[in-house]
């Protein structure tokens, strides 16, 4: 059964770093074709992919944030970490962490349940 | 980057129709589109991909056809558990983007 599940803060200062942990079960990040993202949503509106990262370590980062967003995964904990440096209000969402798997298997398959961020002062 | 862009924004239909949804790329996607299905306070959930595979577990009443720059998704005979939002995904190119979604409401 494959599970995933995001954590961390839920309330964060402008200008502070982001960091969010998404935990998974069911499945291997070492598994060739196996992929996990990043993917955020305001309040009421859509749904933004953030970052992704790959079997192989390859990384891949929105074009709007590229420069205050890194990826990285911990194989053997099951684990993959999303950094967001300068948050802003307007950063305020919810994070789902989501994995993907397949030769050409790029969409979303399996979500974590989200975990709601608030930039506020 | 591509956008993928939705309409309508809501529509209104009444359980038992049909509802039909439309989701159109700036450039050609192929067949690189899904749609995912979002009720409020949850994540969203996969439907379609390849832009016409339902996903595991998936009812019938659901189909996608399309490929290139458009794309559409069909609900047969609305039950009480489809209304919801629905988002269109292409996966073509780098990055991925998500259309604005469609609301589905009750008529």
């Known amino acids: 059964q494959v599970t995933l599940k995001e954590s961390g803060p839920a309330l964060v200062k402008p200008t502070q770093t982001l960091t969010l942990t998404c935990t998974f079960s069911g499945f291997s990040l070492s598994t060739s074709g196996m992929r996990v993202s990043w993917i955020r949503q305001p309040p009421g509106k859509a749904l933004e992919w953030l970052a992704r990262i790959d079997w192989d370590d390859d990384k891949f980062y929105s074009t709007s944030l590229k420069t205050r967003l890194t990826i990285s995964k911990d194989t053997s904990k099951n684990q993959v970490v999303l950094t967001m440096t300068n948050m802003d209000p307007v950063d305020t969402a919810t994070y789902y962490c989501?994995?993907?798997?397949?030769?050409?298997?790029?969409?979303?398959?399996?979500w974590g349940q989200g975990t709601l961020v608030t930039v506020s002062s | 980057e591509i956008v993928m862009t939705q309409s309508p924004a809501t529509l209104s239909v009444s359980p038992g129709e049909r509802a039909t949804l439309s989701c159109r790329a700036s450039?050609?996607?192929?067949?690189?589109l899904a749609w995912y299905q979002q009720k409020p306070g949850q994540a969203p959930r996969l439907l379609i991909y390849g832009a016409s595979t339902r996903a595991t577990g998936i009812p019938a009443r659901f189909t996608g056809s399309g490929s290139g720059t458009e794309f559409t998704l069909t609900i047969s005979s609305l039950q009480s558990e489809d209304f919801a939002v629905y988002y269109c995904q292409q996966y073509n190119n780098w990055p991925y983007t998500f259309g604005q979604g469609t609301k589905l409401e009750i008529k």
């Open positions: 450039q050609s996607v192929s067949s690189n």
């Open positions: 989501a994995r993907s798997y397949g030769t050409n298997g790029r969409w979303a398959e399996y």
